[in-house]
């Protein structure tokens, strides 16, 4: 199974289950906005199937930004090296590169079809 990531531009990011569970929990524990915090936990306890960063407001939407940069070293530092552990950096690195340019205020436009459109 998998979970999407809408990124600021529209663009999605699929993951597996496990790795999406562990990136959401991260942030959620690192988020300094009450707000957003309280969001990321929602969407890891609610186990749903989609973290939309176009839906958060512009400030929210900054700190995640700045949070997902991170989670590269957070995982080599944190995660337990395992077979996958690599392929997490992989991973990782990915969603960093797919992410707008440090302190871009490019505006969101939304693009491509939701994740069920596509499936369809």
Same mark, same amino acid.
């Given at each position: 199974m998998s979970r999407d990531i809408r990124l600021p531009d529209g663009?999605?990011?699929? $993951?597996?289950?496990?790795?999406? @569970?562990?990136?959401?929990?991260t942030l959620a524990a690192t988020a300094r906005d009450r707000d957003l915090a309280a969001h990321l936990r929602e969407v890891d306890e609610e186990d749903l199937p989609l973290l939309d960063l176009t839906a958060l407001p512009a400030d929210q939407r900054a700190e995640? $930004?700045?949070?997902v940069r991170a989670l590269p070293a957070v995982a080599r530092d944190h995660l337990p090296p395992t077979a996958d552990h690599e392929? $997490?950096?992989r991973s990782l690195a990915d969603l960093v590169d797919r992410l707008?340019?440090?302190? @871009?205020? !490019?505006?969101?436009?939304? !693009?491509?079809?939701?994740?069920?459109a596509r499936s369809s």
């Open positions: 663009q999605w990011w699929t $993951v597996r289950t496990g790795i999406f @569970s562990w990136i959401v929990g995640l $930004v700045e949070l392929a $997490v950096g707008p340019p440090a302190g @871009s205020a !490019r505006a969101v436009r939304p !693009r491509g079809p939701s994740p069920d």
